[in-house]
């Protein structure tokens, strides 16, 4: 294995980093299977892998206790990173109370690597450094030794994140970064390399996309007995500055596979690095490489960002759920924005790669549009609405102000008002986004005479309603507005 100095932290981190997002569900929700993916990380220590990124909300919150449970067993040094989120934690005291829960889960008594989760933009980083915010609560927790070093994740562009990093509040950054993408965040790579933070890099195979598309990508092996995943992997891992590679690993015989590429004669030498990049661009000019060169939309539309994720739609045969994913995922756009493109051509004429942006747009708004008639149905479902009706929208969160703001957008300003309700403590009295509304207790829905409940929940629809359905006999309509059908 070989080894990189994090930072300018002191300590030594494999470069291979073990990430707990990919562990099988059908694994960790038995007691053979959770212990089975504990042995998998005890497994990497054992070889030599001694970073660990989890994060609260992976593997349906349980990454955290996977980990917890192998910790317990390993005997030596070790360095684990978490995470908390601007949108879930956004106060100083929130970051607190997810610190102790993330210390508990995982048997450690201080977390080596916190992460500023997932930062989308400018307007997340402010929120997070402002006074009272979760930078603060994380500073504080470092102050009791319960952190050592305060970290971002982040989608940002490269633009963004140097201007991050050069406003030095963290010790090390983890970043998207592989062959796709990776001009994209050039800029803000390099910017962390001078400032001398510890570099991870998260998702080297493009979401899958790259093994997904091997032959296209063959031109990054080295030779024949390599697979792509390995040669993704040693994209990343053979250039300067990058610290750690993040890989999922799920099994054993990933595991092998992903310590082949980490030993010493393995790596590429930088001018190897260099010529697949300069052939990077040159194999794939339907593909958008992220230069931003297209800035500067009268508009504002941020051309890279839509093309970037139509990267992913063209490499996937135009699968339209994976533009959504990604819009949504990586950018917070939502599958059912427009964008207002006036063909004035000015990015085209700009674009690198001469990508006809436009026609990508217009083809990114027909999808919005196939989504919004597919919703409608759901939506006419929900609300058909006689005057006298009460209706309870639970969960509080965000699917519900995607629910709303597409009601909106189809039929205009409803003329209803709704209740919301949730189970998390924390928001009750406080007010919703909708019509100033607040947000109640699940046991005032029989209190507030609510004749029918909608669930607004992707992930979550079953088990909310298995909570709910007792209402069912006191004459409540439950219906569903989400994933399921
Ligand atoms: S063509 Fe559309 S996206 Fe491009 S600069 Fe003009 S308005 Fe913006
Ligand atoms: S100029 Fe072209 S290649 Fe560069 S980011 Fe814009 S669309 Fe992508």
Not at 475 to 485: A, D, H, K, N, V
Request: glycine share 8%; with cysteine; proline share 2%.
């Amino acid at each position: 294995m070989i080894y990189r100095q994090y930072g300018k932290t002191g300590k030594k981190v494999s470069l291979l980093g073990m990430g707990g997002n990919r562990f099988n569900s059908n694994e960790y929700n038995t007691v053979n299977g959770f212990d089975k993916c504990s042995e998998l990380i005890v497994a990497a220590f054992e070889n030599g892998i001694n970073y660990f990124d989890t994060a609260p909300l992976y593997c349906e919150g349980k990454s955290e206790e996977i980990f917890g449970a192998a910790f317990k067993k390993i005997k030596g040094n070790f360095y684990v990173s978490t995470k908390t989120m601007v949108t879930m934690d956004p106060k100083a005291d929130d970051v607190r109370r997810r610190i102790e829960l993330s210390l508990k889960k995982l048997n450690v008594d201080k977390i080596a690597f916190y992460h500023m989760w997932g930062i989308l933009n400018i307007d997340q980083y402010l929120q997070i450094i402002k006074p009272g915010g979760p930078y603060e609560g994380a500073l504080k927790a470092k102050n009791e030794g319960l952190i050592e070093h305060i970290c971002f994740s982040t989608h940002c562009s490269g633009d963004e994140i140097e201007r991050i990093v050069q406003e030095g509040y963290f010790d090390g950054i983890t970043l998207g970064y592989n062959a796709i993408n990776f001009k994209f965040r050039e800029k803000g790579l390099q910017a962390a390399v001078k400032a001398g933070l510890g570099i991870v890099t998260m998702n080297p195979l493009g979401g899958g996309v790259i093994p997904q598309n091997a032959e296209r990508f063959a031109f990054i092996k080295e030779n024949d007995s390599q697979t792509i995943a390995q040669a993704a992997l040693l994209f990343n891992a053979s250039q300067n500055g990058i610290t750690v590679v993040l890989s999922g690993i799920s099994n054993e015989k990933e595991l092998q596979e992903d310590l082949e590429c980490f030993k010493e004669e393995s790596t590429m030498s930088q001018d190897r690095v260099d010529k697949i990049k300069i052939k990077i661009d040159n194999s794939f000019d339907t593909l958008c490489n992220g230069c931003n060169y297209c800035k500067g939309c009268p508009k504002k539309i941020e051309t890279n960002k839509l093309m970037l994720a139509y990267n992913q739609y063209i490499l996937c045969n135009n699968n339209e759920e994976v533009l959504r994913d990604y819009l949504k995922n990586v950018w917070n756009i939502l599958p059912d924005d427009k964008f207002d493109c006036i063909d004035c051509k000015k990015c085209e004429a700009k674009c690198t790669q001469h990508i006809q942006i436009t026609s990508r747009i217009n083809e990114i708004n027909k999808i919005a549009d196939r989504y919004i008639e597919k919703y409608k149905k759901k939506l006419d479902a929900c609300f058909k609405i006689n005057d006298d009706i009460k209706i309870g929208i639970y969960a509080a969160g965000p699917y519900a102000e995607h629910m709303l703001k597409l009601y909106e957008e189809i039929y205009g300003k409803p003329h209803f008002s709704v209740s919301f309700f949730d189970s998390d403590s924390r928001k009750w009295g406080k007010e919703f986004y909708y019509q100033g509304t607040i947000i109640n207790p699940p046991d005032k829905i029989e209190e507030l005479g609510i004749d029918r409940i909608i669930i607004a929940s992707e992930a979550h629809y079953d088990e909310i309603y298995e909570s709910l359905k007792y209402l069912e006999d006191r004459g409540i309509e439950i219906l569903g507005f989400g994933g399921q059908e």
